[in-house]
């Protein structure tokens, strides 16, 4: 699986939109990007994934590049709980479960 | 619906002893997996199962092992507790690569201290 690198932390004001950017610059063609979250000490919770085009649920937006080199989480608007630990992984697998998850990044949002 | 299960929620071992965390997921799910999480740092593989019967080795195995005798449900055992053990173990489940239900599901985790 392919190794990703995030920033470790950032900051989000309450209401604006959090874009969370992430490298994976050596994805193979069959690798899916994964987004999960964690809240303070619980178990991860999952986000949103997708292979090549942009993808968008109730929770998340995922904007891949063309070469899918890297990609960026939104929330569009983001609140006190979204303040979490955010994953980001590679993996072949069409589930997540066995990829490793790295240290991601801490994002706190601010009143 | 429950989802994953993880018993128990917090345990003190002392060194040498053994313990065996069970996880339980009520979602039919093929897949299920054992991390553990040290303080400030992301999730590590120690085994996975791809179904019943069946189990494998992730990045961390060493000193610990597992088995899955029912699809249901997931063991991890520790035979010699090591204070380096101290963790946060999460159990996670999900269904195969070829469902559109992609995602895993965790538990909410187990407390581990080594003393």
């Known amino acids: 699986d392919a190794k990703t690198t995030q920033p470790t932390s950032m900051d989000c004001a309450e209401g604006r939109a959090a874009n969370l950017p992430c490298n994976h610059s050596?994805?193979?063609?069959?690798?899916?990007v994964y987004w999960y979250r964690q809240i303070h000490s619980q178990g991860p919770q999952y986000i949103i994934h997708?292979?090549?085009n942009n993808e968008t649920n109730e929770m998340a937006s995922l904007i891949i590049t063309e070469d899918r080199k890297s990609s960026t989480l939104i929330l569009p608007h983001a609140t006190l709980r979204d303040t979490a630990v955010y994953y980001c992984?590679?993996?072949?697998?069409?589930?997540?479960?066995?990829?490793?998850f790295g240290d991601g990044t801490t994002l706190t949002v601010k009143p | 619906n429950a989802g994953v299960t993880q018993t128990p929620k917090f345990r003190v071992l002392k060194t040498g002893q053994s313990m065996t965390l069970l996880c339980a997921q009520d979602?039919?799910?093929?897949?299920m997996y054992w991390y553990r999480q040290d303080p400030g740092m992301g999730l590590r593989l120690i085994h996975y199962?791809?179904?019943?019967?069946?189990?494998a080795k992730g990045e961390v195995p060493d000193g610990y092992n597992v088995s899955r005798l029912k699809k249901q449900n997931f063991l991890l055992g520790l035979e010699s507790a090591a204070p380096s053990q101290t963790s946060v173990y999460f159990c996670?489940?999900?269904?195969?690569?070829?469902?559109?239900?992609?995602?895993?599901?965790f538990g909410q985790g187990t407390r581990l201290t080594v003393v």
């Open positions: 979602m039919n799910h093929e897949y």
């Open positions: 199962s791809v179904g019943e019967g069946t189990t």
């Open positions: 050596t994805i193979s063609g069959n690798e899916y």
């Open positions: 996670a489940s999900g269904l195969t690569g070829r469902s559109m239900n992609t995602e895993a599901f």
């Open positions: 992984i590679v993996s072949y697998n069409t589930n997540a479960g066995k990829s490793t």
């Open positions: 997708g292979l090549k």
